[in-house]
DNA sequence: AAGGGGATGAAAAACAGGTGAAACCGCCTG
DNA sequence: CAGGCGGTTTCACCTGTTTTTCATCCCCTT
């Protein structure tokens, strides 16, 4: 299951290697090199968060203060804290701060994975279920579509980036998408705004189902964004 | 919810920039280049302005001076201060001006919506929700206008234009709206005077209603402009 | 009756999104 | 380590819709 990560790290060459490993996983990664740009890029609302793996040490506001500035402002959002400093006093200090977990440099990047699993599933709203709209059915462990339809029931494996597409079509059905938005939520920001990645994504998206035989449930609403349809 | 936008901006590029994107997002948006025209055009009341973005260091009328002139006049106008210089004193110093937000360069975009996303919900008004005069019932969200008929309810689906032509009318009932009124608020001023086009979108509008055959609400009072009639 | 403002329909312009081919990229395999 | 592969993105071009313009007509005021 893919998650929208936040990354707040000044060392260049240790977010960037999180941030490939983060991405192999398919998760969507945006990085942030200090503590302030993270606390406005979270207040903004951009792109809602999954995560946010942040450094103790940072140019301006500290991690711990960053952990507290979400708490004071009543986000929950998992805070996972890196820090070089292994003893346990600084670990308290972390937690006491708000972070959920704690992660002393250096790491084997495994572990950074299985503490992100951990966390994902100590959330409250924690879902590795499926997905169901309709006649659609969205398995994300297994990264597969099923469409149950009068012919019987069509099993479709979806990659990534379509899984990604299906799954926010899913939660919000038969509401407008507008294009900007999926754009933010399922892209990273760091990106090209000129691009019609959405459209092209779509595209995929539709084409797949079609070669199934299947009607497109996702439909264009002109100037103003997507709408899926479960109900034919 | 289609914003009327004032940018004060005197950097051609990046405002040219600024001003693609907002139109993008269906904002009505006026550029100015410098601090005292941007005051005059605020005082003249010509337009009514939901959003003022306004760069920090404008030749004449710096922002924080024109921040404080507005907030000196009474006028709560949101103002989200641009600015070059990241350091905190500064940012201070625009909020102190009345400032209600502050984004400093370079800063993507989609910050940059973000941030008036973030603005717009803390306004005291603030309203995504539905709008309702007599039988009919506009959805922003959805872009269409429900209307109750003896016969039912009728939904139609609205282009961007139509949508805020018909907002207008809905907030101001059976008022004489002269042409020049929508004609200001509805378009950017910059363009092009000798032109029909209140006309022709109300043209637009009308015919979308009548083609789900209502009768049209929109009445024409001779060269005083138009009345937007609720009940039959 | 003249003049002005608005109405009208057709056509142009602007724009968003669709499309297929090709490039790109990380990963796997030989 | 090269080559192939699937997935993803970009590019250039096409299509359909929305919005504006234009030329003309109509009708209400003065």
């Given at each position: 299951?893919p ?112 503490r ?100 497109s449930p ?8 997507y ?6």
């Open positions: 299951m998650l929208r990560i936040l990354l707040v790290e000044d060392e260049a060459e240790l977010a960037g290697a999180i941030q490939a490993v983060l991405r192999a996983q398919q998760h969507i990664v945006d990085h942030v090199a200090e503590g302030l740009g993270a606390w406005s890029l979270i207040r903004s609302e951009l792109a809602t968060y999954n995560l946010a793996i942040v450094d103790w040490m940072l140019p301006g506001l500290s991690g711990p203060e960053l952990c507290r500035r979400l708490r004071g402002a009543g986000l929950t959002l998992p805070v996972l804290m890196l820090t070089a400093l292994a003893d346990t006093s600084h670990r308290v200090q972390g937690l006491d701060a708000g972070a959920d977990d704690y992660l002393s440099k250096p790491f084997a990047m495994e572990e950074l994975l299985a992100i699993r951990a966390l994902q599933r100590r959330q409250p709203n924690y879902r590795e279920l499926m997905l169901r709209a309709g006649p659609y059915l969205l398995d994300p462990a297994e990264s597969c579509l099923s469409v149950q339809a009068a012919a019987g029931i069509t099993r479709i494996v979806l990659s990534a980036k379509e899984l990604q597409l299906m799954a926010y079509f899913m939660e919000h059905p038969r509401q407008i998408i507008p294009g900007a938005r999926l754009r933010s939520q399922l892209w990273s920001l760091e990106e090209d705004p000129i691009s019609n990645v959405v459209a092209a994504q779509v595209r995929l998206l539709r084409r797949k189902l079609a070669s199934h035989g299947l009607p996702i439909e264009t609403v002109a100037s103003k964004g709408r899926f349809e479960p109900e034919p």
